[in-house]
T-cell receptor
Framework: GQNIDQPTEMTATEGAIVQINCTYQTSGFNGLFWYQQHAGEAPTFLSYNVLDGLEEKGRFSSFLSRSKGYSYLLLKELQMKDSASYLCAVRVYSGNTPLVFGKGTRLSVIA | EAQVTQNPRYLITVTGKKLTVTCSQNMNHEYMSWYRQDPGLGLRQIYYSMNVEVTDKGDVPEGYKVSRKEKRNFPLILESPSPNQTSLYFC????????????FGPGTRLLVL
């Protein structure tokens, strides 16, 4: 089966930096996605990695190491509005195939 | 405005009473999908559709049906709902299944008594 692991919960302070890790063991790999989901709302797309390395988008960055089956999402200059769940998802096969989601990491930003 | 809409947003029903949750997208996307989200289990895919008249089972299809008669609509049908189908349901669409960005609807919170 496909397995995607993330920490269940994390807490960080406003203005700080937080790293949310994701490890995956899947039968194939064709890209990794990060989504943000505020409580009771729909997930929204944050980032996509298919090659090793760091992708930066403003305060958010995402890193991928395919050999280690590992990714992280880095959030800088944390704001209270960043309190949300962060979902890691893997596209296992190439072409028109669905994503497999991890269970999500609930991040609480405190003052 | 590009969007995915779902109706109803909230629904309370009783065991065995057939219901349909509608999903519509205005982006001419080929790929559409239904997920359910439960505490501690994350997002799990119920059914997906690659294009009109092409549907396939996801990870948790039991107790659900779908149809894709038109490109824009992808309704989720619960023929005989049971309490274990109480959940938060999301419809999603993308240009193709492997597209970088998948757009999610606002969600439908269903309670089956």
């Amino acid at each position: 089966g496909q397995n995607i692991d993330q920490p269940t919960e994390m807490t960080a302070t406003e203005g700080a930096i937080v790293q949310i890790n994701c490890t995956y063991q899947t039968s194939g790999f064709n890209g990794l996605f990060w989504y943000q989901q505020h409580a009771g709302e729909a997930p929204t797309f944050l980032s996509y990695n298919v090659l090793d390395g760091l992708e930066e988008k403003g305060r958010f960055s995402s890193f991928l190491s395919r050999s280690k089956g590992y990714s992280y999402l880095l959030l800088k200059e944390l704001q209270m509005k960043d309190s949300a769940s962060y979902l890691c998802a893997v596209r296992v096969y190439s072409g028109n195939t669905p994503l497999v989601f991890g269970k999500g990491t609930r991040l609480s930003v405190i003052a | 405005e590009a969007q995915v809409t779902q109706n109803p947003r909230y629904l309370i029903t009783v065991t065995g009473k057939k219901l349909t949750v509608t999903c519509s997208q205005n982006m001419n996307h080929e790929y559409m999908s239904w997920y359910r989200q439960d505490p501690g289990l994350g997002l799990r895919q119920i059914y997906y559709s690659m294009n009109v008249e092409v549907t396939d089972k996801g990870d948790v299809p039991e107790g659900y049906k779908v149809s894709r008669k038109e490109k824009r609509n992808f309704p989720l049908i619960l023929e005989s709902p049971s309490p274990n189908q109480t959940s938060l349901y999301f419809c999603a669409s993308s240009f193709v299944a492997g597209a970088e960005t998948q757009y999610f609807g606002p969600g439908t919170r269903l309670l089956v008594l």
